[in-house]
């Protein structure tokens, strides 16, 4: 994925049974990870077969049109997008839980958030058939209390349950998408079977310029519920600017011949 463990340090720390990350960008290291990132954006936004079939019937040129048309080109649509991608990119690299799609993919148009749920993890376990980490995303240059706050009210939604309206569009792409069985289990358990509290988690994901560490720890410690919870908080404090480099970036390398 995006190789976030090659560029950033990573701190962990127990508040209460919960888990905080802290990982900080090495200011040594961003041109790496700009490299690294960019390489990964254009599957969020694009499958690999469709590009494929691009390339084959109108060459290099129109595949990298079509996954310009494709990346936002507004500041807040950038840095929202870049969230769940590096927060994917997390997910996949520092957990057991597999992403089931690039929800990005299906956006109705480049500059509009997608509603529902940001993060839908999904992990087969040998004693609980299946877990569900249910994530929110944030992607802030100076991030506040208001922000996690509306972060931990959108995990608190549905009961602290993924919201049906995300599991029936992850079930529905992933049955598009060739993978019907993992899609009959999200079907099994939206249509069928309630989520225990046992085979759920959540996820609070903030992508921001300036160190979250405290703000989460006090949200982690009056968060009163029953669903276990990891933090993280990526700090990159180039922010802004790091943003607009990897998309740079990701139109450039279309560009290469």
Request: proline share 4%; with cysteine.
């Amino acid at each position: 994925m995006a190789d976030i463990k090659t560029w950033c340090g990573d701190t962990r720390t127990k508040v209460k049974t919960h888990q905080l990350v802290y990982l900080e960008a090495d200011a040594a290291k961003l041109a790496h990870a700009v490299t690294s990132v960019a390489a990964v954006v254009p599957d969020h936004y694009a499958a690999p077969d469709r590009v494929a079939d691009i390339l084959h019937r109108l060459g290099k040129p129109a595949v990298a049109e079509y996954v310009r048309t494709k990346l936002p080109e507004g500041a807040r649509s950038r840095s929202g997008d870049l969230g769940e991608i590096l927060a994917t990119s997390f997910v996949t690299d520092f957990t057991s839980y597999k992403v089931g799609v690039f929800k990005l993919r299906w956006a109705d148009h480049r500059e509009m958030a997608m509603r529902g749920d940001d993060i839908l993890g999904i992990r087969l376990d040998p004693t609980v058939t299946v877990k569900f980490l249910k994530g929110e995303v944030k992607s802030r240059a100076a991030l506040g209390k208001k922000t996690i706050d509306e972060a931990r009210a959108a995990l608190s939604a549905s009961h602290g349950r993924p919201t049906p309206h995300a599991l029936a569009f992850v079930a529905d792409r992933l049955f598009e998408t060739g993978d019907k069985a993992l899609a009959a289990i999200v079907d099994q358990y939206q249509l069928s079977a309630r989520i225990k509290l046992d085979q759920l988690s959540h996820l609070l994901f903030m992508f921001t310029g300036n160190n979250p560490s405290t703000l989460l720890t006090t949200n982690l410690t009056a968060y009163a519920g029953k669903i276990p919870q990891v933090a993280v908080g990526l700090r990159v404090s180039t922010h802004q600017a790091f943003i607009k480099q990897v998309f740079e970036k990701v139109i450039d390398n279309g560009n290469q011949p």
